[in-house]
């Protein structure tokens, strides 16, 4: 069953303390995203990874973190930085890198609560 | 400054019938154009891609179509059903590495 899973499904994070969002595709694409929406917004890119080992700053980078250390994996952590977590995560990623060419496939999201 | 707008910002229609949404956008220079479906609490699923060159692209009852001069297009759906019930978002891109993001039509078919 392919496809691209994120976990959890629902998240509480307390004042000061960091969260991490887990992220995995077996698809065996190259590119993988993370993007923020709130509600009556677009989409924000957070971050976005174009291969293993390689990741660049979206629109709205700071106050999260990311990793890349394998192909499947791609989690997000939500740093104490970041002062206005509260919102629906979601992962994408698509075939290969190239934002405005590639289809982009995403996870059923994360949403994230601050308690 | 590049924007995608959507209209109307939600619409009620009823089981069976036709609707049309709305996307503007000030994108410049244009790549692409994209419409993906959102259920609520679930991740965009794509619907349609147009290039510059095309001006309709057809996904069963979801009908696109693009204007590259006035910078308009539209997502016609036919015949509507309950699963339709949905979010639906314009998303346009430069030719960069960017996406522009609409912020959505909240449609909502009623039985």
């Known amino acids: 069953d392919g496809g691209i899973t994120q976990s959890p499904k629902y998240l509480f994070r307390k004042e000061g303390q960091n969260v991490t969002l887990s992220c995995e595709q077996n698809?065996?694409?190259?590119?993988m995203y993370w993007y923020r929406q709130d509600p009556g917004q677009g989409l924000r890119l957070i971050y976005y990874?174009?291969?293993?080992?390689?990741?660049q700053k979206g629109d709205i980078a700071e106050g999260y973190s990311v990793s890349r250390e394998k192909k499947e994996s791609f989690p997000l952590t939500v740093t104490s930085a970041q002062k206005n977590p509260t919102a629906f995560y979601l992962c994408a990623s698509s075939i290969r890198a190239g934002l405005y060419q590639e289809t982009q496939y995403f996870g059923p999201g994360t949403r994230l609560l601050v308690l | 400054k590049n924007q995608v707008e959507q209209s109307p910002q939600s619409l009620i229609i009823l089981e069976g019938k036709n609707c049309t949404l709305q996307?503007?956008?000030?994108?410049?220079?244009?790549?692409?154009l994209r419409w993906y479906k959102q259920d609520t609490g679930r991740g965009p699923v794509s619907l349609t891609i147009?290039?510059?060159s095309e001006n309709t692209k057809s996904n069963g009852r979801y009908t696109a179509t693009l204007d590259a001069d006035t910078k308009q297009s539209s997502l016609h759906i036919t015949a509507s059903q309950l699963s339709d019930s949905a979010s639906y978002i314009c998303?346009?891109?430069?030719?960069?590495?960017?996406?522009?993001w609409g912020a959505g039509t909240k449609l909502i078919i009623k039985p």
């Open positions: 990874s174009q291969i293993v080992n390689d990741f």
């Open positions: 698809l065996n694409h190259d590119a």
């Open positions: 147009m290039t510059f």
């Open positions: 996307c503007n956008y000030t994108v410049s220079p244009f790549s692409n």
């Open positions: 998303v346009v891109s430069p030719r960069n590495y960017q996406l522009i």
